[in-house]
C-alpha cells in the first residue's frame, strides 16, 4: 500500500511538469497585457511599455518560463501582480471560501442524492421514480449560475431569507457563515445531486440484482435490511467514483457560482486574474487545481480498498 | 392555534407575512434624509474591481471613484466641471504666462499625520508627469518645478501653456498631492502605500472582497460649496465599503434589498424595475461616456481621409445607438467632442456633418479614394454589451455601401492588446469617458492607438495653449475650429452619447448628488 502511495505520488511530477509549461505558454501566448489592464485603457503605449518594463514582462518569454519554473521548483510560485502577495498566501486567503461552499455543496449533494437513489431503484418505474428522473434531469441540465439568480430571486429578493451576495468569515459566527454560503452551495449542489443520485440509483438497481441479494431476500431478511446491509454497500463503490470526480467538477463549478454570488474563493481569484492577465495567480491557481484533482482521485481509490476488501494495492 | 417549531419555518412565515403587508401599503415608504447623520457604513456595490488605486497610475474608472476620497490634488472640477482649487489656496501668473506660483492651503495634513509641504508637491508633481500621458504632455511645457518655500511651490514655462492648471484638476490619472516618502518608495510603479489628504483614509483592501475606507477624522475641509471633487467635503459616514460584484443582476437585487445603498453602472433595462420601486432612486448620469468609431490612420484603407469620411455618412448614430444602448432616455445624439453640461468648452462645430447619413456621399468618397474592397477589421469586445451590439449594427451599415468587413470580437484585455499593433485591425470600437480639456483628449493624441498626426489639428492646439483661459470669446472661436477639423479629418467617427444608470436605495443614503462618477463625502447613511 504504501510503495503504491509513494507511486502515485511520484507521478505527480510529471504532472506538475506538464501542467505547468501548458499554463504558462498558453496564458503567455493568448493576448492581453497586465499593465495595459492596471494602467487603463487611456494609457498610452509609452506609458505601457514603461510598465511593463518595471513588471520585468519585456524579457523574452523562455526567459520569465525558466525563471517561473526555477522558482516553482524551489517552491515559490511567486508574486501576484495586482494583489502585490505571494501567489501562495493570495490562494490560502481565498482558499477558506472554496474549501467551506465545496464542502456544504457536497454534503447537501449527498444527503439528498443517495437516499433518493436508493429509494428510486427500490421503487423503480413508481411515480417517486419518474419524479426522481425529472430531478436528475433538471439537476444536470439547468446551469448553477441561472439556479443561482433564481435562489437570489426567490430567497433573498422576495423572502429576505439570505443575503444576495457576499461572503461572511466563520470568525464572524457560524450562523452568518451559513448563511453567506447556504444559495451558491444549494445552486452548486443541485447539478452534483443529480450526477450523484443517478449513478446511486443506476448501481443500487444492478446490485438488487444480484444473487446474493436474492439469497438474503429467501433467507427472510427484510427489505429495509436487504438496502441497508447488502445493496447500498456495494452500490456506493461505482457510486463513490462519481463522488470523487463530482468533488473536482465542484472546483470547477464553483468559478461560476463564487462570481454570482462574490465569493472570495479560488474560483474568483481565477476569473478575476484571468480578466486582469495576472500570469502567476493564473499559473499558481491551476497547479493548485490540478495537485487537487491528482490527490482527490488518489484518495478515491484508496476508498475503494477500504469499502471492498477484494481491492488490493501492493 | 398551529405552534411553528422551526425557527427557520418560523422566519420564513415572518418574512411572507412582512412582504404581503410592504406590497399592501406601497405608499409607506421612509421619509427623505433631513439633518445629516454622522456615522454608518456606505456600502457600495461596483462593477469592477481596480487594478490599483494609485490614482496617478491609472486611468480606470475603478480606480478614480475609490482614489478621489483618499487623494486630493492641487486643482479639481467643481460642479460645473471647471477647475477650482482643492489643496492650494490659490495661484498667480507672471505677465508673460511663463510663471505660475501657486500657494498651498494653510493646515494641510497627510493621512500619516504629516504635514503636507512644498516638497511633496514637487515630489508628486514631477512623478505625475513622468506617469500619465496628461502629466507628460504638460511637463513638455515645463522647465522646472520648485520649491520657494514650506507653503508655495513655483512652476516654469518653457512656452505659454494655459492648459496648466486645467490639467492640473484633470481626474484622469490625476495630479494628486503623496508623501515625499511614498512617491520616492513608488517610483514609476504603483503604489501600494496609499496616503494621501482626502476625506476617507485607506483601511483594507481584500481582493475579489472589499474594500473599506475610514473617515479621516484629521481631515482640513475647504469652506466653499463648489461641488463636484472639491469645495466644503463632510464625511458623515464612518465608512465606506465598496465590493465588487460584477453580476449587473446582483448589484440590483443587493440595492432593492438594502444589502447595498448604491449599484453602480446597471444596464438601462432595469430602469423600469427602478421607478416601479418607491425605496430606490435612479441617477441618470448624462456626463458619462460618449461611443466612437476609432479608425487606424497609421496602416490600411482608412489612412486615407476620405475612407474615414465615408463611415461618418455610412453611419446612422440613432440605429447604432438604439441597438448599443436601447431606451432613447438613456443615449443623445450630439456632435460635440465634450458634454453639453461642460459649458466652459462645449461646441457644436460639425452639427452639419455629424448624424447626417448619405450613402450616396459615402459610395463616392470611396470611389474617390480608390477603394476597391480591401478587407476591414472591425474589432468588438462582448465584456461590454453595448460595444459589441454596436457593431451588430456598424458591420451592415458599412457593408450596405460597399465596404468589404470582417468583424472581430474579443475580450477586453485582448482587444486593448491588438489594439496596440498597427497591422492586426482597421476600427475598434470604444467609448470616451469625459475629457476636460482639447488638449487632454486621448485619441488626439499621436502615440495612442489610431496615431493621429495633424499638423492642422497641432496648430490649432498650440493656439488654444497660449490663449490665456481669461479670453472666452478667442477661446470658443479655436474650440469650434478644432471640432471642425475633427468632423474634417475624422480622426474618430463619433456615434453618440450615453449615459450612465447608478441606482441607490432612497430609504438608507441621503445628500447623495449626481456626477460623472460617485462620490459619498456630503452623504449619510440612516441605518
Known sequence: ????????????????????????????????????????????????????????????????????????????????????????????????????????????????????????????????????????????????????????????????????????SPARGIGPWLGSLALPAVALAFTQAGLIARMARDSTIDVLAEDYVRTARSKGLDEAAVLARHAVRNALIPTLTVVGTSLANLLSGAVVVETVFVLPGIGNLVVQSISRRDYPVIEGVVLFVALVYVVLNLLVDLLYAALDPRIQYG | MVAVRSPLLARLLACLVALSMMRAAPGLAAPGGGEPVRGGVIHVATNAEPGTIDWQSSTATATRLVAWHIFEGLFALDRNYEVKPLLAQGYAVSPDGLRYTIRLRQGLKFHNGQPVTADDVVASLERWGKLSSGGQETFKAIKQVKKVDDGTIEIDLGRAFAPLITNLGDPKQAAVIMPKSVVEASGLKPATELVGTGPYIFKRWTPGQEIVLARNPGYVSRTEDWGGITGRKVAYADEIDFFPVTDPQVRFSGVSTGQYDLALELPQDLYPKVKADPHLTADIVRVFSWTGVVFNKAHGVFTDQRLRQAVLFAMKPADLMAAAIGPKTFWQLDPGLFFPEQKGVYSRAGAEIYNHQNLDRARALMKEAGYHGQKIIVMSTKDYTWNNNTAQVLVPELQAVGFSVEPQVYDWPTLLSRRAKQDLWDIFLTGFSPSIDPTAIIFFGSTWPGWYKSETLEQELAKWSSTPVSDAAARKKLMDQIQTTFYTEVPVAKIGNYFGLEVYNNTRLHGYTSYFDVRFWNTWVTH
Request: proline residues 6%; without cysteine; hydrophobic residues 60%.
Open chain 1, 1 to 168: 500500500m504504501a510503495r503504491y502511495v509513494a507511486g502515485r505520488l511520484a507521478a505527480l511530477v510529471p504532472v506538475v511538469l506538464v501542467v505547468g509549461v501548458t499554463v504558462f505558454l498558453l496564458i503567455h501566448l493568448i493576448p492581453g497585457d497586465p499593465a495595459q489592464v492596471i494602467l487603463g485603457p487611456d494609457a498610452s503605449a509609452a506609458q505601457v511599455a514603461q510598465l511593463r518594463h518595471a513588471l520585468g514582462l519585456d524579457r523574452p518569454i523562455y526567459v520569465q518560463l525558466v525563471l517561473w519554473f526555477e522558482r516553482v521548483l524551489r517552491g515559490d510560485l511567486g508574486n501576484s501582480i495586482f494583489l502585490r502577495r505571494p501567489v501562495a498566501q493570495a490562494i490560502g486567503e481565498h482558499l477558506g471560501p472554496t474549501a467551506g461552499l465545496t464542502a456544504l455543496a457536497e454534503a447537501l449533494a449527498l444527503a439528498v442524492a443517495i437516499p433518493s437513489g436508493v429509494l428510486a431503484a427500490w421503487k423503480q418505474h413508481s411515480r417517486f421514480d419518474q419524479a426522481f428522473m425529472l430531478f436528475v434531469l433538471l439537476g444536470v441540465s439547468i446551469p448553477s449560475f441561472w439556479t443561482g439568480l433564481n435562489l437570489i430571486a426567490a430567497f433573498a429578493v422576495s423572502i429576505r431569507l439570505f443575503p444576495v451576495a457576499g461572503y461572511v
